[in-house]
Protein backbone atom coordinates (compact mmCIF):
# COMPACT_ATOMS: atom_id res chain seq x y z
CA UNK A 1 0.00 0.00 0.00
CA UNK A 2 1.42 3.11 -1.00
CA UNK A 3 2.35 6.02 1.46
CA UNK A 4 -0.11 8.66 -0.01
CA UNK A 5 -2.98 6.30 0.10
CA UNK A 6 -2.27 5.37 3.62
CA UNK A 7 -1.92 9.20 4.78
CA UNK A 8 -5.19 9.72 2.76
CA UNK A 9 -6.83 6.92 4.71
CA UNK A 10 -5.31 8.24 8.11
CA UNK A 11 -6.63 11.81 7.18
CA UNK A 12 -9.99 10.16 7.18
CA UNK A 13 -9.81 8.05 9.89
CA UNK A 14 -8.77 11.58 12.31
CA UNK A 15 -11.50 13.76 10.43
CA UNK A 16 -14.02 11.07 11.18
CA UNK A 17 -14.00 11.81 14.85
CA UNK A 18 -12.70 15.35 15.38
CA UNK A 19 -13.36 15.75 19.30
CA UNK A 20 -11.57 12.79 19.94
CA UNK A 21 -9.20 13.52 17.37
CA UNK A 22 -8.63 17.36 19.04
CA UNK A 23 -8.00 15.71 22.77
CA UNK A 24 -5.43 13.02 21.18
CA UNK A 25 -3.30 15.82 19.65
CA UNK A 26 -4.12 18.47 22.51
CA UNK A 27 -0.70 17.14 24.57
CA UNK A 28 1.44 17.50 21.36
CA UNK A 29 -0.26 20.69 20.56
CA UNK A 30 0.37 22.12 24.22
CA UNK A 31 4.01 20.33 24.21
CA UNK A 32 4.63 22.14 20.72
CA UNK A 33 3.43 25.43 21.57
CA UNK A 34 5.35 25.95 25.07
CA UNK A 35 8.63 24.76 23.30
CA UNK A 36 8.00 27.22 20.32
CA UNK A 37 7.12 30.16 22.95
CA UNK A 38 10.20 29.16 24.88
CA UNK A 39 12.68 29.22 22.17
CA UNK A 40 10.99 32.81 20.88
CA UNK A 41 11.18 34.57 23.86
CA UNK A 42 14.70 33.10 24.98
CA UNK A 43 15.95 34.14 21.32
CA UNK A 44 14.31 37.72 21.50
CA UNK A 45 15.71 38.18 25.47
CA UNK A 46 19.12 36.83 24.17
CA UNK A 47 19.25 39.41 21.50
CA UNK A 48 18.27 42.09 23.69
CA UNK A 49 21.26 41.65 25.80
CA UNK A 50 23.72 41.15 22.80
CA UNK A 51 22.63 44.90 21.46
CA UNK A 52 22.69 46.24 24.52
CA UNK A 53 26.10 44.97 24.88
CA UNK A 54 26.84 45.84 21.29
CA UNK A 55 25.50 49.36 21.90
CA UNK A 56 28.30 49.88 24.76
CA UNK A 57 31.10 49.06 22.01
CA UNK A 58 32.28 45.36 21.40
CA UNK A 59 35.93 46.77 21.37
CA UNK A 60 36.10 48.08 24.52
CA UNK A 61 38.25 46.39 27.52
CA UNK A 62 37.83 46.71 30.88
CA UNK A 63 40.72 46.51 33.26
CA UNK A 64 40.63 46.45 37.47
CA UNK A 65 42.68 46.32 39.49
CA UNK A 66 42.21 44.54 42.72
CA UNK A 67 45.01 44.18 44.72
CA UNK A 68 47.95 46.62 45.40
CA UNK A 69 50.69 46.76 48.01
CA UNK A 70 52.73 49.18 48.66
CA UNK A 71 55.59 48.62 47.13
CA UNK A 72 53.88 47.49 43.77
CA UNK A 73 51.54 50.36 42.35
CA UNK A 74 49.43 50.83 39.09
CA UNK A 75 49.58 54.77 38.12
CA UNK A 76 47.50 56.10 35.50
CA UNK A 77 50.78 57.60 33.49
CA UNK A 78 51.82 53.94 33.39
CA UNK A 79 48.41 53.20 31.82
CA UNK A 80 49.30 55.99 29.46
CA UNK A 81 52.32 54.94 27.93
CA UNK A 82 50.97 51.52 27.36
CA UNK A 83 48.04 53.28 25.40
CA UNK A 84 50.53 55.90 23.43
CA UNK A 85 52.59 52.74 23.04
CA UNK A 86 50.51 50.66 21.41
CA UNK A 87 48.42 52.99 19.31
CA UNK A 88 48.18 50.44 16.31
CA UNK A 89 46.24 48.27 19.00
CA UNK A 90 44.38 50.80 21.30
CA UNK A 91 42.10 53.32 19.78
CA UNK A 92 41.58 55.18 23.08
CA UNK A 93 42.00 54.94 26.82
CA UNK A 94 40.48 56.40 30.11
CA UNK A 95 41.08 55.82 33.71
CA UNK A 96 37.87 55.19 35.43
CA UNK A 97 36.82 55.73 38.70
CA UNK A 98 33.78 55.12 40.67
CA UNK A 99 33.29 57.51 43.06
CA UNK A 100 30.57 56.99 46.34
CA UNK A 101 29.46 60.37 47.06
CA UNK A 102 26.18 62.06 48.04
CA UNK A 103 24.95 64.21 45.21
CA UNK A 104 22.53 67.13 45.91
CA UNK A 105 20.84 69.60 44.15
CA UNK A 106 18.57 71.85 46.55
CA UNK A 107 17.85 70.10 49.20
CA UNK A 108 17.05 66.48 47.37
CA UNK A 109 19.78 63.96 48.03
CA UNK A 110 19.79 61.79 45.13
CA UNK A 111 21.26 57.97 46.01
CA UNK A 112 20.64 55.90 42.91
CA UNK A 113 23.16 57.96 40.55
CA UNK A 114 26.07 56.00 39.11
CA UNK A 115 28.87 58.81 39.47
CA UNK A 116 31.96 57.99 37.81
CA UNK A 117 35.04 59.95 37.03
CA UNK A 118 36.39 59.50 33.45
CA UNK A 119 38.82 60.76 30.94
CA UNK A 120 37.95 62.93 27.82
CA UNK A 121 37.64 59.88 25.86
CA UNK A 122 35.20 57.99 27.34
CA UNK A 123 32.15 59.40 25.80
CA UNK A 124 34.07 58.48 22.32
CA UNK A 125 34.76 54.57 23.26
CA UNK A 126 31.57 53.99 25.00
CA UNK A 127 29.63 55.93 21.77
CA UNK A 128 27.70 58.56 24.20
CA UNK A 129 26.55 61.20 22.15
CA UNK A 130 25.78 64.34 23.32
CA UNK A 131 22.26 65.66 23.36
CA UNK A 132 23.60 69.63 24.51
CA UNK A 133 25.88 71.07 25.46
CA UNK A 134 29.94 69.53 25.87
CA UNK A 135 32.06 66.06 27.20
CA UNK A 136 34.38 66.30 29.05
CA UNK A 137 37.34 68.29 28.03
CA UNK A 138 41.38 67.81 28.12
CA UNK A 139 41.29 71.05 30.18
CA UNK A 140 38.93 70.03 32.77
CA UNK A 141 41.17 66.88 33.73
CA UNK A 142 44.46 68.94 33.58
CA UNK A 143 42.95 71.78 35.73
CA UNK A 144 40.80 69.58 38.21
CA UNK A 145 37.59 71.29 36.75
CA UNK A 146 34.80 70.74 39.09
CA UNK A 147 32.29 70.38 35.85
CA UNK A 148 30.07 67.51 35.73
CA UNK A 149 28.04 65.84 32.29
CA UNK A 150 24.94 64.58 33.08
CA UNK A 151 22.28 61.60 32.21
CA UNK A 152 19.10 62.54 30.58
CA UNK A 153 16.98 61.86 34.01
CA UNK A 154 18.82 64.96 35.60
CA UNK A 155 18.35 67.02 33.16
CA UNK A 156 14.32 66.30 32.27
CA UNK A 157 13.22 65.23 35.96
CA UNK A 158 15.53 67.22 38.13
CA UNK A 159 16.26 70.14 36.05
CA UNK A 160 13.22 70.57 33.53
CA UNK A 161 15.34 70.27 30.33
CA UNK A 162 17.53 72.97 31.16
CA UNK A 163 20.59 71.92 32.69
CA UNK A 164 23.33 73.34 31.19
CA UNK A 165 24.90 75.94 33.52
CA UNK A 166 23.60 75.25 36.73
CA UNK A 167 25.56 73.78 39.40
CA UNK A 168 25.12 70.22 41.58
CA UNK A 169 26.50 69.74 44.57
CA UNK A 170 29.15 66.46 45.16
CA UNK A 171 30.54 65.50 47.94
CA UNK A 172 30.05 69.19 49.46
CA UNK A 173 31.64 70.64 46.17
CA UNK A 174 30.10 72.60 43.45
CA UNK A 175 30.06 71.31 40.14
CA UNK A 176 29.34 73.34 37.23
CA UNK A 177 26.90 70.96 34.55
CA UNK A 178 28.72 71.15 31.21
CA UNK A 179 26.52 68.67 28.94
CA UNK A 180 23.75 66.26 28.73
CA UNK A 181 24.31 62.93 27.45
CA UNK A 182 21.58 61.65 24.60
CA UNK A 183 19.23 59.24 26.36
CA UNK A 184 20.30 55.38 25.90
CA UNK A 185 17.47 54.38 27.95
CA UNK A 186 13.94 55.80 29.80
CA UNK A 187 15.27 58.51 31.62
CA UNK A 188 13.99 57.16 34.73
CA UNK A 189 15.61 57.35 38.02
CA UNK A 190 17.76 54.21 38.49
CA UNK A 191 18.53 53.80 34.84
CA UNK A 192 21.50 53.77 32.68
CA UNK A 193 20.34 57.88 31.82
CA UNK A 194 21.06 58.10 35.62
CA UNK A 195 24.95 59.29 36.08
CA UNK A 196 26.97 62.07 36.25
CA UNK A 197 30.82 62.13 34.91
CA UNK A 198 33.43 64.16 36.33
CA UNK A 199 37.17 64.63 35.56
CA UNK A 200 38.41 61.77 36.87
CA UNK A 201 41.79 63.91 38.14
CA UNK A 202 38.84 66.02 40.16
CA UNK A 203 37.44 62.88 41.61
CA UNK A 204 40.80 61.18 42.47
CA UNK A 205 41.40 64.36 44.45
CA UNK A 206 38.48 65.64 46.14
CA UNK A 207 37.64 61.76 47.16
CA UNK A 208 41.13 61.49 48.12
CA UNK A 209 41.26 57.69 45.77
CA UNK A 210 43.36 56.27 43.62
CA UNK A 211 42.25 55.17 40.12
CA UNK A 212 42.12 51.91 39.68
CA UNK A 213 40.01 51.23 36.67
CA UNK A 214 40.64 51.42 33.18
CA UNK A 215 38.60 51.64 30.13
CA UNK A 216 40.46 50.58 26.73
CA UNK A 217 39.22 50.85 23.24
CA UNK A 218 40.67 48.51 20.27
CA UNK A 219 40.80 49.80 16.85
CA UNK A 220 38.83 47.29 16.20
CA UNK A 221 37.50 43.76 18.09
CA UNK A 222 39.41 41.81 16.37
CA UNK A 223 42.39 43.15 18.68
CA UNK A 224 40.83 42.32 21.77
CA UNK A 225 42.52 39.22 22.39
CA UNK A 226 46.04 41.03 21.50
CA UNK A 227 44.91 43.92 23.72
CA UNK A 228 44.12 41.95 26.74
CA UNK A 229 47.36 40.50 26.35
CA UNK A 230 49.30 43.72 26.03
CA UNK A 231 47.24 44.82 29.35
CA UNK A 232 48.05 41.77 31.26
CA UNK A 233 51.44 41.45 30.09
CA UNK A 234 52.43 45.02 31.63
CA UNK A 235 50.11 44.52 34.76
CA UNK A 236 52.22 41.43 35.55
CA UNK A 237 55.68 42.82 35.20
CA UNK A 238 53.82 45.47 37.87
CA UNK A 239 52.11 43.33 39.82
CA UNK A 240 53.88 40.02 40.24
CA UNK A 241 50.67 38.11 40.66
CA UNK A 242 47.35 37.95 38.21
CA UNK A 243 44.86 37.98 40.60
CA UNK A 244 45.48 41.68 41.57
CA UNK A 245 43.80 42.42 38.39
CA UNK A 246 41.37 41.83 35.43
CA UNK A 247 40.88 42.27 32.17
CA UNK A 248 37.51 41.48 30.40
CA UNK A 249 36.36 42.41 27.08
CA UNK A 250 32.55 42.95 25.86
CA UNK A 251 32.90 40.88 23.12
CA UNK A 252 33.65 37.60 25.55
CA UNK A 253 31.09 38.88 27.87
CA UNK A 254 28.25 38.64 24.86
CA UNK A 255 29.65 35.30 24.25
CA UNK A 256 29.37 34.44 27.85
CA UNK A 257 25.73 35.88 28.17
CA UNK A 258 24.97 34.07 25.34
CA UNK A 259 25.87 30.86 26.32
CA UNK A 260 23.94 31.24 29.40
CA UNK A 261 20.81 32.25 28.13
CA UNK A 262 21.27 29.16 25.50
CA UNK A 263 21.73 27.38 28.51
CA UNK A 264 18.58 28.80 30.44
CA UNK A 265 16.71 27.83 27.14
CA UNK A 266 17.54 24.08 27.00
CA UNK A 267 17.01 24.10 30.22
CA UNK A 268 13.57 25.19 29.95
CA UNK A 269 12.93 23.58 26.79
CA UNK A 270 14.03 20.70 28.41
CA UNK A 271 10.84 21.26 30.99
CA UNK A 272 8.36 21.77 27.85
CA UNK A 273 9.27 18.61 25.99
CA UNK A 274 8.12 16.90 29.54
CA UNK A 275 4.51 17.63 27.62
CA UNK A 276 5.45 15.98 24.34
CA UNK A 277 6.57 13.34 26.24
CA UNK A 278 2.62 12.98 28.12
CA UNK A 279 1.30 14.04 24.40
CA UNK A 280 2.75 11.01 22.77
CA UNK A 281 1.36 9.01 25.86
CA UNK A 282 -2.20 10.45 25.38
CA UNK A 283 -1.52 9.45 21.32
CA UNK A 284 -0.60 5.63 22.34
CA UNK A 285 -3.76 5.49 24.53
CA UNK A 286 -5.81 6.43 21.68
CA UNK A 287 -4.29 4.07 19.06
CA UNK A 288 -4.77 1.35 21.57
CA UNK A 289 -8.22 2.07 21.89
CA UNK A 290 -8.29 2.49 18.35
CA UNK A 291 -6.88 -0.78 17.22
CA UNK A 292 -9.41 -2.83 19.75
CA UNK A 293 -12.36 -0.75 17.76
CA UNK A 294 -10.74 -1.67 14.79
CA UNK A 295 -9.95 -5.31 15.07
CA UNK A 296 -12.61 -6.81 12.70
CA UNK A 297 -11.73 -4.18 10.05
CA UNK A 298 -7.85 -5.35 10.45
CA UNK A 299 -8.60 -9.26 9.94
CA UNK A 300 -10.92 -8.19 6.98
CA UNK A 301 -7.64 -6.40 5.65
CA UNK A 302 -5.59 -9.41 6.38
CA UNK A 303 -8.26 -11.65 4.47
CA UNK A 304 -7.22 -9.29 1.76
CA UNK A 305 -4.11 -10.23 1.65
CA UNK A 306 -2.78 -6.96 3.75
CA UNK A 307 1.17 -7.78 5.17
CA UNK A 308 2.28 -7.14 8.75
CA UNK A 309 4.12 -3.85 7.18
CA UNK A 310 1.09 -2.82 5.66
CA UNK A 311 -1.20 -2.81 8.78
CA UNK A 312 1.71 -1.60 10.69
CA UNK A 313 1.99 1.49 8.53
CA UNK A 314 -1.42 2.07 8.09
CA UNK A 315 -1.65 2.74 12.16
CA UNK A 316 1.95 4.16 12.38
CA UNK A 317 0.99 6.85 9.62
CA UNK A 318 -2.39 7.54 11.59
CA UNK A 319 -0.55 8.04 14.97
CA UNK A 320 2.31 10.04 12.99
CA UNK A 321 -0.01 12.12 11.10
CA UNK A 322 -2.15 12.80 14.29
CA UNK A 323 1.04 14.30 15.63
CA UNK A 324 1.97 16.02 12.96
CA UNK A 325 -1.25 17.66 12.96
CA UNK A 326 -0.94 18.46 16.61
CA UNK A 327 2.54 19.83 15.75
CA UNK A 328 1.29 22.57 13.16
CA UNK A 329 -1.36 23.10 15.26
CA UNK A 330 1.06 24.09 18.09
CA UNK A 331 3.84 26.09 16.19
CA UNK A 332 0.94 28.34 15.00
CA UNK A 333 -0.23 28.81 18.72
CA UNK A 334 2.98 28.80 19.66
CA UNK A 335 4.33 31.84 17.46
CA UNK A 336 0.64 33.50 18.08
CA UNK A 337 1.37 33.49 21.76
CA UNK A 338 5.10 34.29 21.51
CA UNK A 339 4.31 37.30 19.46
CA UNK A 340 1.33 38.68 21.76
CA UNK A 341 3.76 38.23 24.64
CA UNK A 342 6.84 39.40 22.96
CA UNK A 343 4.33 42.64 22.80
CA UNK A 344 3.48 42.74 25.99
CA UNK A 345 7.75 42.62 27.24
CA UNK A 346 8.68 44.50 24.36
CA UNK A 347 11.11 42.41 23.24
CA UNK A 348 11.04 40.65 19.62
CA UNK A 349 10.16 37.23 20.02
CA UNK A 350 10.25 35.27 16.86
CA UNK A 351 10.58 31.49 16.75
CA UNK A 352 13.72 30.88 14.25
CA UNK A 353 13.08 28.53 11.11
CA UNK A 354 14.91 25.86 12.56
CA UNK A 355 13.09 25.66 15.91
CA UNK A 356 9.81 25.15 13.93
CA UNK A 357 11.08 22.39 11.69
CA UNK A 358 12.82 20.92 14.68
CA UNK A 359 9.51 21.18 17.11
CA UNK A 360 7.45 19.91 14.14
CA UNK A 361 9.69 16.55 13.58
CA UNK A 362 10.19 15.78 16.66
CA UNK A 363 6.17 15.74 16.98
CA UNK A 364 6.33 13.47 14.18
CA UNK A 365 8.99 11.47 15.56
CA UNK A 366 6.59 11.37 19.16
CA UNK A 367 3.37 10.05 17.45
CA UNK A 368 5.43 7.34 15.34
CA UNK A 369 7.31 6.13 18.25
CA UNK A 370 4.29 5.99 20.56
CA UNK A 371 2.19 5.19 17.74
CA UNK A 372 5.05 1.88 17.06
CA UNK A 373 3.29 -0.71 20.26
CA UNK A 374 -0.41 -0.34 19.30
CA UNK A 375 0.81 -0.76 15.73
CA UNK A 376 2.79 -3.65 16.26
CA UNK A 377 -0.40 -5.11 18.16
CA UNK A 378 -2.51 -4.45 15.13
CA UNK A 379 -0.29 -6.35 12.85
CA UNK A 380 0.74 -9.59 14.44
CA UNK A 381 -3.23 -10.05 15.22
CA UNK A 382 -4.49 -13.36 13.91
CA UNK A 383 -6.55 -12.59 10.70
CA UNK A 384 -9.15 -15.92 12.13
CA UNK A 385 -9.82 -14.22 15.42
CA UNK A 386 -9.77 -11.05 14.19
CA UNK A 387 -12.51 -11.66 11.79
CA UNK A 388 -14.62 -13.48 14.34
CA UNK A 389 -14.20 -10.47 17.28
CA UNK A 390 -17.21 -8.51 17.90
CA UNK B 1 -3.88 -32.48 -14.37
CA UNK B 2 -2.84 -31.08 -11.40
CA UNK B 3 -5.66 -30.59 -8.34
CA UNK B 4 -6.26 -26.35 -7.93
CA UNK B 5 -6.13 -27.80 -4.62
CA UNK B 6 -5.33 -30.76 -2.81
CA UNK B 7 -5.22 -31.68 0.49
CA UNK B 8 -3.35 -34.89 1.93
CA UNK B 9 -4.30 -36.53 5.24
CA UNK B 10 -4.56 -32.99 6.85
CA UNK B 11 -4.92 -32.74 10.72
CA UNK B 12 -5.70 -29.49 12.67
CA UNK B 13 -4.95 -30.22 16.06
CA UNK B 14 -5.68 -28.05 19.38
CA UNK B 15 -4.75 -28.19 22.86
CA UNK B 16 -7.41 -27.05 25.04
CA UNK B 17 -5.80 -27.43 28.50
CA UNK B 18 -5.40 -30.95 29.18
CA UNK B 19 -7.81 -31.74 26.56
CA UNK B 20 -6.38 -32.75 22.86
CA UNK B 21 -9.11 -31.42 20.26
CA UNK B 22 -8.58 -32.93 16.78
CA UNK B 23 -10.60 -30.24 14.34
CA UNK B 24 -9.99 -32.59 11.59
CA UNK B 25 -8.64 -36.33 11.42
CA UNK B 26 -6.58 -36.68 8.28
CA UNK B 27 -9.05 -34.87 5.55
CA UNK B 28 -7.36 -35.90 2.23
CA UNK B 29 -9.14 -34.18 -0.83
CA UNK B 30 -8.55 -32.49 -4.44
CA UNK B 31 -10.57 -29.84 -6.22
CA UNK B 32 -10.23 -29.27 -9.93
CA UNK B 33 -10.36 -26.32 -11.93
CA UNK B 34 -13.70 -25.16 -12.55
CA UNK B 35 -15.39 -26.91 -9.99
CA UNK B 36 -18.37 -25.61 -7.27
CA UNK B 37 -17.80 -27.16 -4.58
CA UNK B 38 -20.31 -27.40 -1.34
CA UNK B 39 -18.29 -28.76 1.97
CA UNK B 40 -21.59 -29.30 4.40
CA UNK B 41 -21.27 -29.88 8.15
CA UNK B 42 -22.97 -28.83 11.22
CA UNK B 43 -21.15 -26.48 13.46
CA UNK B 44 -18.43 -28.32 15.23
CA UNK B 45 -17.64 -30.55 11.97
CA UNK B 46 -14.70 -28.73 11.24
CA UNK B 47 -15.67 -27.35 8.28
CA UNK B 48 -14.89 -23.98 9.56
CA UNK B 49 -11.48 -25.30 10.41
CA UNK B 50 -10.58 -26.89 6.74
CA UNK B 51 -12.17 -23.58 5.09
CA UNK B 52 -8.85 -21.79 6.93
CA UNK B 53 -6.83 -24.03 6.17
CA UNK B 54 -8.28 -24.15 2.34
CA UNK B 55 -8.13 -20.17 2.82
CA UNK B 56 -4.50 -19.88 3.84
CA UNK B 57 -5.76 -18.19 7.00
CA UNK B 58 -4.59 -21.05 9.17
CA UNK B 59 -1.70 -23.96 8.73
CA UNK B 60 -2.66 -27.39 9.38
CA UNK B 61 -0.78 -29.31 12.62
CA UNK B 62 0.15 -32.20 10.31
CA UNK B 63 -0.24 -33.54 6.70
CA UNK B 64 0.14 -31.26 3.29
CA UNK B 65 -1.92 -28.57 1.57
CA UNK B 66 -0.57 -28.09 -1.94
CA UNK B 67 -2.10 -24.83 -3.74
CA UNK B 68 -1.75 -25.51 -7.75
CA UNK B 69 0.95 -27.58 -7.15
CA UNK B 70 3.06 -25.35 -4.64
CA UNK B 71 3.54 -26.74 -1.07
CA UNK B 72 1.50 -23.83 1.11
CA UNK B 73 1.73 -25.99 3.92
CA UNK B 74 3.94 -24.40 6.70
CA UNK B 75 4.00 -20.72 4.90
CA UNK B 76 4.72 -17.81 7.30
CA UNK B 77 2.24 -14.76 7.96
CA UNK B 78 3.14 -12.38 5.85
CA UNK B 79 3.73 -15.60 2.65
CA UNK B 80 0.12 -16.85 3.48
CA UNK B 81 -0.57 -13.20 3.06
CA UNK B 82 0.26 -12.77 -0.46
CA UNK B 83 -1.32 -16.28 -1.24
CA UNK B 84 -4.77 -14.94 -0.24
CA UNK B 85 -4.27 -12.14 -2.36
CA UNK B 86 -3.36 -13.18 -5.39
CA UNK B 87 -4.87 -16.73 -5.42
CA UNK B 88 -8.33 -16.55 -3.15
CA UNK B 89 -11.20 -14.31 -3.14
CA UNK B 90 -13.74 -14.52 0.00
CA UNK B 91 -17.07 -14.07 0.53
CA UNK B 92 -17.77 -14.04 4.11
CA UNK B 93 -21.59 -14.79 6.14
CA UNK B 94 -21.43 -10.92 7.47
CA UNK B 95 -20.51 -9.39 4.24
CA UNK B 96 -17.14 -7.85 6.09
CA UNK B 97 -17.03 -4.66 4.30
CA UNK B 98 -15.47 -1.90 5.76
CA UNK B 99 -17.94 0.55 7.13
CA UNK B 100 -15.77 3.73 6.97
CA UNK B 101 -15.19 2.92 3.00
CA UNK B 102 -17.29 3.55 0.01
CA UNK B 103 -18.31 0.49 -2.64
CA UNK B 104 -15.14 1.75 -5.13
CA UNK B 105 -12.76 1.58 -2.37
CA UNK B 106 -13.61 -1.74 -0.55
CA UNK B 107 -13.71 -3.31 -4.06
CA UNK B 108 -10.55 -2.12 -4.18
CA UNK B 109 -8.61 -3.13 -1.20
CA UNK B 110 -7.67 -6.13 -2.11
CA UNK B 111 -5.92 -4.36 -5.40
CA UNK B 112 -4.45 -2.20 -2.97
CA UNK B 113 -2.28 -4.59 -1.53
CA UNK B 114 -1.66 -6.26 -4.15
CA UNK B 115 0.20 -3.47 -5.66
CA UNK B 116 -1.36 -2.50 -8.45
CA UNK B 117 -1.15 0.85 -9.58
CA UNK B 118 -4.41 3.71 -9.06
CA UNK B 119 -5.61 3.54 -12.62
CA UNK B 120 -5.31 -0.24 -12.26
CA UNK B 121 -7.34 -0.98 -9.03
CA UNK B 122 -9.96 1.66 -10.22
CA UNK B 123 -10.32 0.34 -13.68
CA UNK B 124 -10.17 -3.53 -12.23
CA UNK B 125 -13.01 -2.85 -9.22
CA UNK B 126 -14.99 -0.95 -11.68
CA UNK B 127 -15.25 -4.16 -13.90
CA UNK B 128 -15.75 -5.82 -11.18
CA UNK B 129 -18.75 -3.99 -9.52
CA UNK B 130 -20.13 -3.54 -13.16
CA UNK B 131 -20.11 -7.53 -12.80
CA UNK B 132 -22.63 -7.73 -10.01
CA UNK B 133 -24.71 -4.57 -11.06
CA UNK B 134 -23.70 -1.75 -8.93
CA UNK B 135 -22.26 0.33 -10.85
CA UNK B 136 -24.78 3.19 -9.67
CA UNK B 137 -23.74 2.44 -6.11
CA UNK B 138 -20.24 3.32 -6.24
CA UNK B 139 -20.23 6.00 -3.73
CA UNK B 140 -22.23 4.69 -1.28
CA UNK B 141 -20.73 3.40 1.81
CA UNK B 142 -21.92 -0.19 2.72
CA UNK B 143 -25.03 1.15 5.34
CA UNK B 144 -26.16 2.92 2.39
CA UNK B 145 -26.90 -0.64 1.00
CA UNK B 146 -29.29 -3.44 1.25
CA UNK B 147 -27.87 -6.90 3.02
CA UNK B 148 -28.35 -8.35 -0.31
CA UNK B 149 -26.47 -5.29 -2.59
CA UNK B 150 -23.92 -5.64 0.34
CA UNK B 151 -23.27 -9.10 -0.18
CA UNK B 152 -22.60 -8.31 -3.77
CA UNK B 153 -20.13 -5.66 -3.16
CA UNK B 154 -18.15 -8.59 -1.02
CA UNK B 155 -18.34 -10.87 -4.22
CA UNK B 156 -17.37 -7.83 -6.52
CA UNK B 157 -14.27 -7.30 -3.87
CA UNK B 158 -13.50 -11.23 -3.89
CA UNK B 159 -13.35 -11.16 -8.23
CA UNK B 160 -12.28 -7.79 -8.34
CA UNK B 161 -8.14 -9.36 -9.07
CA UNK B 162 -9.30 -12.44 -10.40
CA UNK B 163 -8.53 -15.26 -8.00
CA UNK B 164 -8.07 -18.90 -8.76
CA UNK B 165 -10.58 -20.03 -6.20
CA UNK B 166 -13.33 -18.10 -4.59
CA UNK B 167 -14.37 -19.39 -1.16
CA UNK B 168 -17.66 -18.59 0.43
CA UNK B 169 -18.34 -19.12 4.06
CA UNK B 170 -22.02 -18.98 4.44
CA UNK B 171 -22.70 -16.22 1.91
CA UNK B 172 -26.72 -16.13 2.50
CA UNK B 173 -26.43 -17.33 6.14
CA UNK B 174 -27.54 -13.06 6.70
CA UNK B 175 -29.75 -12.90 4.04
CA UNK B 176 -33.41 -13.71 3.58
CA UNK B 177 -34.03 -16.40 1.25
CA UNK B 178 -35.10 -14.50 -1.95
CA UNK B 179 -31.91 -12.73 -1.85
CA UNK B 180 -30.10 -15.86 -1.06
CA UNK B 181 -30.99 -17.59 -4.31
CA UNK B 182 -30.44 -14.92 -5.77
CA UNK B 183 -26.71 -14.70 -4.58
CA UNK B 184 -26.30 -18.15 -5.18
CA UNK B 185 -27.57 -17.97 -8.65
CA UNK B 186 -24.74 -15.25 -9.11
CA UNK B 187 -22.19 -17.84 -7.72
CA UNK B 188 -23.77 -20.93 -10.42
CA UNK B 189 -23.47 -18.14 -13.09
CA UNK B 190 -19.60 -17.26 -11.77
CA UNK B 191 -18.92 -21.01 -12.15
CA UNK B 192 -20.67 -21.70 -15.17
CA UNK B 193 -17.80 -18.47 -16.31
CA UNK B 194 -14.98 -20.94 -15.52
CA UNK B 195 -14.51 -19.99 -11.75
CA UNK B 196 -13.71 -22.12 -9.20
CA UNK B 197 -15.80 -21.91 -6.17
CA UNK B 198 -15.84 -23.57 -2.64
CA UNK B 199 -19.03 -23.11 -0.63
CA UNK B 200 -19.15 -23.87 3.03
CA UNK B 201 -22.34 -23.84 4.36
CA UNK B 202 -24.66 -25.74 7.13
CA UNK B 203 -27.43 -25.91 5.28
CA UNK B 204 -28.32 -29.11 2.71
CA UNK B 205 -30.74 -27.28 0.69
CA UNK B 206 -27.87 -24.75 -0.23
CA UNK B 207 -25.56 -27.23 -0.80
CA UNK B 208 -27.16 -28.47 -3.71
CA UNK B 209 -26.61 -25.82 -5.95
CA UNK B 210 -23.24 -27.22 -6.10
CA UNK B 211 -22.06 -29.57 -8.46
CA UNK B 212 -19.88 -31.87 -6.00
CA UNK B 213 -20.87 -32.13 -1.98
CA UNK B 214 -18.20 -33.21 0.52
CA UNK B 215 -20.05 -34.08 3.79
CA UNK B 216 -17.90 -33.43 7.06
CA UNK B 217 -18.83 -35.33 10.29
CA UNK B 218 -16.42 -34.94 13.52
CA UNK B 219 -13.65 -34.30 11.35
CA UNK B 220 -13.67 -36.63 8.97
CA UNK B 221 -15.15 -36.76 5.04
CA UNK B 222 -18.14 -38.84 5.17
CA UNK B 223 -19.21 -38.23 1.44
CA UNK B 224 -17.98 -36.71 -1.20
CA UNK B 225 -19.74 -37.00 -4.43
CA UNK B 226 -22.61 -35.70 -6.38
CA UNK B 227 -25.46 -33.59 -4.75
CA UNK B 228 -28.05 -36.32 -5.89
CA UNK B 229 -27.42 -38.87 -3.52
CA UNK B 230 -25.30 -36.83 -0.99
CA UNK B 231 -28.65 -36.60 1.32
CA UNK B 232 -30.19 -40.06 1.23
CA UNK B 233 -29.71 -41.89 4.84
Known amino acids: MGFTQAFKLALKSILSSKMRSLLTMLGIIIGVGSVIILISLMNGVTNEVVSAFESMGTNVLNVSIVGRNSSRKINVNDMYELYTNNMDVFMAMSPTLNVSGTIKYGTTTYTSTSLNGVSEDYAKMNQLEMQKGRFLAYSDLNDYHKVAVVGTYFDQEVFNNNSIGKYIKINGYQYEIVGVIEEQDDSAEGSTDDCIYIPYTTAAKVSYSKVSSFTFA ?41 EMTSMLTMVLVGIASISLLVGGIGIMNIMLVSVTERIREIGIRKSLGAKRRDIMSQFLIEAGTTSALGGIIGIVFGIFVSEILGNIVGINASPTFPSIMISFSISVFIGILFGFLPANKAAKLNPIDALRYD | MIPLIELKDVYKIYQMGDNTVYATKGVSLKIFKGEFVAIVGQSGSGKSTLMNIIGCLDVPTKGKYFLNGSDVSALKDDKQADIRNKKLGFIFQQYNLISKLNVLENVELSLLYGGYSSIDRVNLAKAAIARVGLSDKMKNLPSQLSGGQQQRVSIARALANNPSIILADEPTGAL ?19 NTIVLITHDNNIAMKAKRIIKIKDGEIIYDGVPENAFEE
Not at chain 1, 232 to 254: F, K, P
Not at chain 2, 179 to 193: A, P
Open chain 2, 176 to 194: DSQTGIRVLNFLQKLNNEG
Open chain 1, 218 to 258: TINPEYNEYGTYLIENSLYEVLQNENYYSVSDRATLIETAT
